[in-house]
């Protein structure tokens, strides 16, 4: 089937084009170069102008036509940064994929390790130092809880700085196996026999301990400067029940792996001055409401969980990080009888056509930040030819 030129027109894009009613772009694009007068360094800067220009005609695009109805229609790049809301599906999907071949059939629990509030002033100013030290410091204090019984544990352990209203609450949320790798290769459980992982409060006070520490190292005369304010409360070690099975723990994942700090769906509303979002409020038992801020405090706020380059968000530890799952992992789910899933080859991504809703999309051209050529633009018969 020859593909008909559809109309360049708005009504057109909006078919083609399937995004939020309301977008972190949005306000973006409201607060215009304001954005720089919100102290944000150049880093912060960069990422969200490319949040800003994600599938929008500033970063290029291609031309899809329908092997269905033969419709042609246009996609915008995306920035595929890993803070754009509208960039994080495939990648997440991809993880999970991964983690479903690691699985083992052992009890695995979820725990979340907090920073408190003290904290902040030096998350804001040196970000990767304070969240290096969290990663280091919670996996040092499952360690001291395994060692006594002489097994390799292991953990992944996934990054999130907000809490609902977006302010900064750094904290870790970690899938632990319940048990360990023994010298010999063997699996064994942890003592509870899957019941609970380690005392909480034990953990709590161990990992406020190993963080002070490190951080003392770290910073000595920042140390000093909070110290009394990083003592003076216990800190918030949170211990899930076990999950029902392996598979629940890739599910449970996909909602924590790369989510960031808001989603364009909790945006309600943007006018000309103010940003409507919707929040859960944990202190009232999740219930829903709704918070209003201009859009450079939105914005400000934001920027506040956009990571230091480079800054590893998930990272793997013990029996589940990359070396030893390269060495050892086969042997070890072939001991446990794991039916290990085969990895099915990769097939290239067909999106589903807008308008028939049943017909595959091809890309038949690609174009720059000046736009669709112009054969698609309206052009004679003549200039489609000529580009074949």
């Given amino acids: 089937m020859q593909p008909q030129i559809a109309a360049h027109t708005e009504s057109s894009r909006k078919a083609c084009i399937e995004r939020s009613r309301n977008e972190v772009a949005d306000v973006l694009r409201k607060l215009g170069n304001k954005v720089e007068g919100l102290g944000l360094n150049t880093w912060q800067l960069r990422v969200l102008s490319a949040i800003r220009k994600c599938r929008t005609a500033e970063l290029g695009g291609h031309i899809d036509a329908c092997d269905g109805c033969g419709n042609l229609s246009i996609s915008y790049n995306s920035c595929r940064n890993r803070h754009c809301p509208k960039c994080q599906g495939k990648n997440r999907e991809d993880w999970i994929q991964a983690r479903a071949h690691e699985l083992l059939p052992v009890p695995y629990f979820h725990v979340v390790f907090t920073l408190p509030d003290a904290i902040n002033s030096l998350a804001i100013h040196q970000p990767k130092i ?4 969290l990663f280091e410091a919670t996996w040092e204090t499952l360690q001291t809880f395994s060692k006594a019984k002489e097994t390799q544990m292991g953990m992944i ?3 999130h700085t907000w809490g609902q209203q977006l302010s900064l609450h750094p904290h870790l949320h970690c899938i632990v196996p319940g048990g360990g790798v023994t010298k010999k290769g063997e699996w064994q459980n942890c003592r509870t026999n899957g019941k609970f992982l380690f005392p909480v409060k034990a953990l709590s006070k161990v990992f406020r301990a190993k963080y002070c520490q490190k951080l003392k190292a770290k910073e000595p005369i920042k140390y000093e400067q909070i110290r009394q304010a990083l003592w003076q409360k216990p800190w918030v070690v949170f211990a899930k029940k076990p999950f029902g099975s392996p598979q629940s723990v890739v599910e449970y994942l996909g909602r924590y792996s790369h989510k960031i700090a808001i989603s364009n769906h909790r945006i309600k509303s943007i006018d000309d001055k103010n940003v409507t979002f919707d929040y859960k409020d944990y202190r009232m038992a999740g219930v ?58 990769k097939k290239p991504f067909l999106p589903k056509c807008p308008c028939c809703k049943t017909g595959n999309l091809h890309r038949i051209a690609v174009f720059d930040q000046r736009g669709p050529p112009a054969w698609y633009l309206g052009g004679s018969q003549k200039s489609v030819s000529g580009k074949g």
């Fill in 130 to 133: 304070v969240y290096d030290t």
């Fill in 157 to 159: 352990a996934v990054l």
């Fill in 288 to 345: 829903k409401k709704q918070m209003t801020l201009t859009h450079g405090e939105f914005i400000r706020r934001f920027s506040l969980h956009i990571l230091p380059k480079r800054l590893v968000k998930i990272r793997h530890y013990g029996f589940l990080s990359s070396t030893w799952k390269r060495q050892k992992l086969k042997v070890l789910q072939e001991k446990l009888k794991v039916m290990v899933l085969e990895k099915v080859e």
